[in-house]
């Protein structure tokens, strides 16, 4: 009779043991599944408007990871006293996200850049050394970045970064005889280092 009675207590406890672990990754699955999938980042650098640049950044992630990059860019920017820096551009790459969740988390990527550019230099006194001049352009290059992003208070994205960028001028711009090195720097041709701050939403 207790042979008997303890089939059933052997039985029982076989099946919880086997059991246990598919309840634990349940349990772990849908906690993952009580965070939502966002798919669509929008987004703007509000640290490049100190040169100028102004822009409109798209991602759309048609799978966890992996998202398609699109930025809208102007530029309307004051390099010098009498120079002006001003077009339109745009960037088309990929990131590759850590987290499974969205455009979150750490990121690396990169870019090709194209741009329509006019950088233009006047003088108030005309001289043999000084004289107005007009360079129109267009820039070709691509970057790399890599950063971190954070959608925190529901929808609301900020992601910081840094990367490095070379461009390729049809019509290198012609700075004034006494600029900065900086200019050259930040809207000539050639390697420059990138900055990245990013403020949105996140859906």
Do not use: C
Request: aromatic letters at 14%; charged letters at 15%; proline letters at 8%.
């Amino acid at each position: 009779m207790l042979a008997r009675a303890a089939r059933p207590v052997w039985a029982t406890a076989a099946i919880a043991a086997i059991a246990l672990p598919s309840v634990r990754i349940a349990r772990a699955d849908d906690i993952d599944e009580g965070e939502p999938f966002r798919s669509v980042a929008l987004e703007g650098n509000p640290l490049a408007m100190a040169i100028g640049r102004y822009s409109l950044d798209l991602e759309y992630l048609p799978a966890a990871h992996h998202a398609a990059h699109l930025t809208a860019i102007g530029y309307y920017a004051l390099p010098g006293p009498t120079d002006t820096f001003q077009g339109f551009g745009a960037e088309v790459g990929y990131r590759w996200y850590a987290s499974s969740h969205g455009p979150e988390g750490f990121f690396i990527g990169g870019s090709f850049l194209v741009g329509g550019y006019e950088y233009a230099h006047t003088t108030p006194n005309l001289s043999a050394v000084d004289t107005p001049y007009s360079t129109q352009f267009v820039s070709l290059g691509g970057a790399v970045d890599a950063g971190f992003q954070w959608v925190v208070l529901g929808d609301f994205a900020f992601g910081l970064g840094a990367g490095a960028g070379y461009t390729v001028d049809t019509a290198p711009p012609k700075f004034g005889p006494v600029h900065p090195a900086w200019q050259k720097l930040v809207y000539g041709p050639g390697a420059s280092p990138r900055v990245l701050m990013s403020v949105g939403a996140a859906f």
